[in-house]
């Protein structure tokens, strides 16, 4: 298959529609995903010790002014401001505001936005980033190409995100599910097909389409099969192609990604 072939059967994919959960997951979903992003139990807390190696290579040799601009897409608990300069100038993409609206970090943040289309074409920044959010988005492509019109001149897009449909990744999970399932008697895999609609192969692919110069690491070993988690590194996005996919996309904006 040639990689035009590739790229466009990856594309119409988009949008997917997100697994439906049964009553009984859907009655804890809300509450789950929260606690599982506060690191409440020992293997989440194991998972939070890992997850760093993402925040640390988002933030790693910007070779950018401390006051520069900053978008992160998918913020959660705000938990990677820590890892910035007090000096950024911050904003933040993210849909659940109970997921922040109680947390530290809070009053560093400039503005808030529901989604990626809520912020204004004129908006410009010198970093866009995203940690474990990519791989929740039911329309990936228009999340990504708006950060390719959002970044200035010389700007760079980084995210870090787990290696899904690998074998070092799904049996991490797991374990985190059999842990859940003696303490609670959930079933997390249902709620991870729910959350985790795209896979780490899908996500570095859609970046490589709206962006000409993007490089991959994995962490802890440069494989995809035996890595928990990848850093992608996007330059020079192709701006045309990102308006292109955006003009398309806006024919529905009823469909904008969750």
Request: aromatic share 10%.
């Amino acid at each position: 298959m040639s990689r035009d072939a590739g790229i466009g059967a990856v594309m119409g994919r988009f949008p997917k529609i997100r697994p439906a959960l049964s009553p009984k997951e859907e009655a804890v979903h809300a509450t789950l995903m929260k606690r599982n992003r506060e690191r409440l139990t020992l293997f989440t807390r194991v998972s939070d010790f890992l997850e760093s190696w993402m925040h640390r290579r988002v933030s790693k040799g910007t070779q950018l002014p401390p006051g520069h601009h900053l978008l992160e897409i998918g913020a959660g608990t705000l938990n990677h401001i820590p890892y910035e300069p007090a000096e950024v100038v911050y904003d933040v993409v993210e849909p659940s505001t109970n997921m922040y609206d109680d947390k530290t970090g809070h009053d560093r943040v400039r503005a808030f936005y529901a989604n990626t289309g809520d912020i204004d074409n004129a908006q410009r920044y010198d970093r866009i980033i995203t940690i474990a959010a990519l791989e929740h988005m039911t329309d990936l492509p228009a999340n990504v190409a708006k950060s390719g019109l959002l970044l200035n001149d010389g700007g760079v897009f980084r995210a870090g995100i787990p290696s899904e449909g690998g074998l070092i990744w799904g049996l991490s999970w797991r374990l985190i599910g059999l842990d859940l399932f003696i303490r609670t008697r959930h079933n997390w895999a249902e709620h991870m097909r729910h959350e985790h609609v795209n896979t780490a192969s899908e996500i570095i692919s859609v970046v490589e389409y709206f962006f000409d110069r993007v490089t991959v690491r994995r962490f802890p070993l440069p494989f995809h099969h035996l890595s928990f988690y990848a850093a992608i590194d996007a330059r020079q996005p192709n701006r045309e192609r990102c308006a292109a996919y955006l003009d398309q996309w806006q024919v529905q904006p009823s469909k904008q990604a969750d």
